[in-house]
C-alpha cells in the first residue's frame, strides 16, 4: 500500500476512533446528550470516557513511537518499549508505593504512586545504561541482555514486596502489574502530553538516522550518522516517553512490537512514513483494545466487571508473537550482526 | 589533499590486528589492498573510513585527524562500501540510495532536485535503473554488491573504499565496476579497493599494497607485485604468471 493512501486512512480511522470509542460503555451515551443540555451522560463523556480514550490514543501513539526505535536502534522485530526493564522499573516503583501506603498527593497534584512509577522507570532505564556502559562499548546486545536481568531483579523484588503484603495490598499490585488507561484521568492526560510531544518532536527529528542504523551500524557511521550518541539519544527519549506513560497506565505490553511491525509491512521500513502510521495506528488499536476490554463481560454475561486492558494487549500479543514466529517472511526479520 | 595512515596500530577484540601500518592515499589515486585472509585488509579500510579507532599512530583526512572531523563531515569526503550488507532486508534499493544523501541534508529536509539528480544518475551508471522498486531482500549478492557501490557514489565523494566490491559479482559485472571506477578516478576521484582477485587488482592497475600479518609487505606499482617471488612472500603459495598475447597486462593464478 502506498504510504500516503496508509496515512490517510488512519487518520480517518484515527477521527472514527475519536469519535466513536467514547460513546460506547455499560451507559450507552448518544451524541445529542454529549452537546445538548447539561446531564449525567455529558458528565461521563467528558470527565470519564473522554481522558479515557484521550489517554488509550496517546500510550497507543507513545508505545508504538517507542517500538519503532527500539526495533530500528537494535535493529531486532522482537524489541519493544518494555524489553529494557522500564515497565519492571515503574512496576516495582508502583508496588513500593502500595506496599508502604505512599500512595497520597505529592505538591497538591502529583500522584505519589505515578511520581514513584516513573522514577523506577527512570532509575531502571539508567542502570540498564549504565551496565552497558561498564562493558566498555555499550554494544546493544549488551544493553539488551542489561535489560533482561534488570527485568529479573524487578520482578524477584515485586514479588517479595507482594509476599510480604497484606492481601489487599497484594491484589492492589497484581491490579496494577495489569495495565489500565483509566486510572489517572484528565490530569494523567495532561501531565504525560508533554512528555509524549517533546519526545515525538526528538524521534522525528532522528528519522533518517533510524534508517540508516537499520542498515547496519558501518552503513550508517560511513553516511554519517554519529551511531553512539544517535543511538543514547534515540534510547533515551523512547525510554523516558515509555516511562511516562507506565507511570500512568502501568505495563501495558506488545502495542510496541505488534503497531511497528504491521506498519512497517504496509507502508515500509523508512521512518518517515513509519512513525506516523505507528503513531496513528496505536493511538487506534490501544483505544478498541479497551473498548473490547471494558465491555467484553458486559457483553458475554451482563457483568460490570471490566478487564484490564494489559490483558487484552497481552492476549493479541502473544498471538502475533506465535504468528511471527511461524509466517515471517524473510523480509521481515532483521539480522543482528 | 589526501588520505593518510601514519603508522596506525588497530585492535580488535583484544588482538592487535595492525601494526605500524602506514599509507597514503593523493586525491585522484587509484590503489588496490591484497593479502591472505586475515591479514587486516578490512581493519585498514575501516580505520580510514574513521570507523575503527586506532590504538596507536593517526589517520588524517586533508592533514587532519580523522578524530577530529564529525562523522557527517568525514561522509562528505570518504564513502565506504562494506563487504556485506547487514541490516533490514525490507528496504527498497531506492531507498537505500536516498539515505546515502544524509551527509548532504539537513535532518528534516526532503529530497531537493540536486539529490534526485544524482540518485538517477548513479542508479543509471550502475544498471539499477530496472532494480530502483526491488526490496534488498529480493536481489542477488551481487546485485545487492552494485546497490552499495551506487549508494557510495551517490554520496559524492572524494574517497571512495570499497571492501571486496567483486566477490560476488559476475564477469560482465566486473567488467562494468572496473569500468565505472576507471571512469571515477578520471573525475578526480580516489579509490582504494580490496581485492582478493589479483587480475582485478591488475585490470584496476595503478598501486598496490599487499598486507601480511598486520604489516605492509609490499607498496608500489602492481606490475612490479606480480612476480613470483613477492606474490609467495604474501600468500604463501606459488602463482603461475601467464604472458597472454595481446593483452597490456600479466595474468596469475595460484598453483593448485
Redesign the interface.
Known amino acids: 500500500m502506498a504510504a500516503r493512501t496508509l496515512l490517510l486512512l488512519l487518520a480517518l480511522l484515527l477521527m472514527l476512533t475519536l469519535a466513536l470509542a467514547p460513546l460506547v460503555g455499560e451507559a450507552s451515551i448518544r451524541w445529542r446528550d454529549v452537546f445538548g443540555a447539561p446531564s449525567l451522560a455529558s458528565r461521563l463523556f467528558w470527565e470519564f470516557r473522554v481522558p479515557r480514550v484521550g489517554m488509550a490514543c496517546l500510550a497507543g501513539a507513545a508505545l508504538a513511537l517507542a517500538g519503532c526505535v527500539f526495533q530500528s536502534v537494535f535493529?531486532n522485530p522482537l524489541a519493544e518499549p518494555f524489553t529494557l526493564g522500564v515497565a519492571s522499573g515503574a512496576s516495582l516503583g508502583a508496588a513500593i508505593g502500595l506496599h508502604f501506603g505512599w500512595t497520597g498527593i505529592w505538591l497538591g497534584v502529583f500522584p505519589a504512586l505515578t511520581g514513584l512509577a516513573f522514577a523506577g522507570a527512570v532509575a531502571s532505564v539508567v542502570i540498564v545504561w549504565s551496565i552497558s556502559r561498564l562493558r566498555g562499548s555499550g554494544s546493544v546486545t549488551t544493553l539488551l541482555l542489561a535489560g533482561v536481568a534488570i527485568g529479573f531483579v524487578c520482578a524477584a523484588m515485586i514479588l517479595l514486596l507482594e509476599f510480604l503484603s497484606a492481601r489487599p495490598v497484594t491484589n492492589e499490585i497484581v491490579r496494577w502489574l495489569m495495565g489500565s488507561v483509566d486510572r489517572t484521568g484528565i490530569d494523567g492526560l495532561r501531565q504525560t502530553i508533554p512528555f509524549v510531544a517533546v519526545a515525538a518532536a526528538i524521534i522525528?527529528?532522528?528519522?533518517?538516522?533510524l534508517?540508516?542504523l537499520?542498515?547496519?551500524e558501518?552503513?550508517a557511521?560511513?553516511?554519517?550518522?554519529?551511531?553512539r550518541r544517535t543511538r543514547a539519544v534515540a534510547y533515551f527519549t523512547a525510554s523516558l516517553m515509555t516511562a511516562a506513560i507506565a507511570a500512568q497506565c502501568g505495563p501495558i505490553a506488545f502495542v510496541g512490537l505488534l503497531v511497528p511491525h504491521m506498519m512497517?509491512g504496509l507502508g515500509?521500513?523508512?521512518h518517515r512514513h513509519l512513525l506516523p502510521a505507528a503513531a496513528l495506528a496505536g493511538a487506534i488499536f490501544l483505544p478498541w483494545c479497551d473498548v473490547l476490554a471494558g465491555n467484553v463481560l458486559r457483553w458475554r454475561s451482563g457483568s460490570a466487571l471490566q478487564i484490564p486492558v494489559g490483558v487484552v494487549t497481552n492476549f493479541v500479543g502473544g498471538l502475533f508473537f506465535i504468528y511471527l514466529l511461524i509466517a515471517r517472511r524473510?523480509?521481515?526479520?532483521?539480522?543482528q550482526? | 589533499m589526501s588520505l593518510v595512515a601514519q603508522n596506525i596500530e588497530v585492535r580488535r577484540t583484544a588482538r592487535t590486528v595492525l601494526r605500524d601500518v602506514s599509507l597514503r592515499l593523493a586525491e585522484g589515486e587509484c590503489a588496490c589492498i591484497v593479502g591472505p585472509n586475515g591479514a587486516g585488509k578490512s581493519t585498514l579500510m575501516l580505520a580510514l573510513a574513521g570507523l575503527l579507532p586506532t590504538a596507536a599512530g593517526r589517520a588524517l583526512l586533508d592533514d587532519r585527524p580523522l578524530s577530529r572531523w564529525s562523522r557527517r563531515e568525514i561522509a562528505r569526503h570518504v564513502a565506504y562500501v562494506p563487504q556485506q550488507y547487514e541490516g533490514y532486508p525490507g528496504f527498497r534499493v531506492r531507498e537505500v540510495l536516498a539515505a546515502a544523501r544524509f551527509a548532504h541534508q539537513h535532518p528534516l529536509a526532503t529530497h531537493g532536485r540536486r539529490d534526485e539528480q544524482v540518485i538517477a544518475e548513479q542508479s543509471a551508471a550502475c544498471e539499477l535503473t530496472d532494480l530502483i522498486e526491488r526490496t534488498i531482500g529480493t536481489l542477488s549478492t551481487g546485485e545487492r554488491q552494485k546497490v552499495w557501490l551506487a549508494a557510495a557514489l551517490v554520496q559524492e565523494p572524494r574517497y571512495l573504499l570499497l571492501d571486496e566490491p567483486t566477490a560476488a559479482l559476475d564477469a560482465k559485472y566486473v567488467a562494468l565496476l572496473v569500468r565505472l571506477l576507471r571512469e571515477q578516478q578520471s573525475r578526480g576521484r580516489s579509490i582504494l579497493a580490496i581485492c582478493h582477485d589479483l587480475n582485478v587488482a591488475a585490470a584496476l592497475g595503478g598501486r598496490l599494497v599487499a598486507l601480511r600479518s598486520g604489516r605492509v609487505a609490499f607498496d608500489g606499482p602492481i606490475e612490479q607485485f606480480l612476480d613470483a617471488g613477492h606474490l609467495s612472500g604474501v600468500f604463501g603459495v606459488a602463482f603461475h604468471i601467464c604472458e597472454v598475447p595481446g593483452a597490456a597486462r600479466r595474468f596469475v593464478f595460484p598453483e593448485c
Open positions: 535493529r522525528w527529528y532522528l528519522h533518517k538516522s534508517d540508516l537499520m542498515m547496519g558501518f552503513v557511521a560511513g553516511r554519517g550518522v554519529d551511531v512497517r515500509g521500513p523508512t524473510e523480509d521481515s526479520v532483521f539480522v550482526s
